[in-house]
């Protein structure tokens, strides 16, 4: 069974400071993960996907995330927080056959100015 | 690209009236479908999964169904809405990209 352990449900950074989101993951076949960002009342839109090609992994809006195999994470991280990053932020794996689609349980990014 | 539909919006109803909420999928054919509730503070639980017309399965047992009577329509009802079934519901599509989603709806059982 695939599943998905966020690391801290609230993250807090100031403006311009790194953003680390924690993502660890369980499958027991390759997966794909995924990182979404949910603004306030509005549905999840996809960040960035690993779909066993690169490691590293660019998304938009300068996010980025790293697949560790051997740490089975997948942490997402943007050098310089901008005031529009906050929002909650899902990390979500699914098997190939796309039957399974698993999210975390979110963590919500604040950013201070 | 995939363009996922989701309404109303928004809907208010009392405990103990019936549900349907829709979703339709633009610009692709044949996909896994998905519905989740989103309570605050606990994530997003995955109620129903369809990869095809008339195909469903239940992730927990709960007040309600799910159902597909064509390719690219997934339908979520209830036969008598509970206030625990109160939340913020999303459709999404899984392709080999991603997982789209709807904007959702927001519901409040009173």
């Known amino acids: 069974a695939q599943s998905v352990t966020q690391l801290g449900s609230h993250v807090s950074v100031s403006e311009g400071a790194l953003v680390l989101l924690r993502c660890n993951y369980s499958?027991?076949?390759?997966?794909?993960l995924f990182w979404y960002v949910q603004y306030p009342n509005q549905g999840l839109q996809l960040l960035l996907k690993?779909?066993?090609?690169?490691?590293l992994v660019k998304g938009i809006n300068g996010f980025e995330a790293e697949f560790k195999k051997s740490e089975t994470s997948f942490h997402l991280t943007k050098p310089s927080a901008h005031m529009s990053d906050a929002a909650e932020y899902f990390c979500?794996?699914?098997?190939?056959?796309?039957?399974?689609?698993?999210f975390g349980k979110g963590t919500t990014l604040s950013v201070s100015s | 690209s995939q363009t996922i539909h989701q309404w109303p919006a928004t809907l208010v109803q009392p405990v103990g009236s019936p549900l349907s909420l829709e979703c339709t999928v633009e610009?692709?054919?044949?996909?896994?479908l998905y519905w989740y509730r989103q309570a605050a503070g606990r994530g997003l639980q995955l109620l129903f999964y369809?990869?095809?017309?008339?195909?469903i399965s239940s992730e927990v047992p709960q007040n309600l169904s799910a159902s597909r009577p064509q390719d690219r329509q997934f339908i979520l009802s209830s036969k008598k809405l509970l206030l625990s079934d109160s939340g913020f519901y999303l459709c999404?599509?899984?392709?080999?990209?991603?997982?789209?989603f709807g904007q959702g709806t927001r519901l409040t059982v009173v």
């Open positions: 979500a794996v699914t098997n190939q056959a796309g039957t399974a689609l698993i």
């Open positions: 499958s027991s076949v390759p997966p794909y």
């Open positions: 690993y779909t066993s090609a690169a490691t």
């Open positions: 610009g692709t054919s044949n996909p896994n």
């Open positions: 369809s990869v095809g017309i008339g195909q």
């Open positions: 999404a599509c899984l392709t080999g990209i991603g997982a789209f």
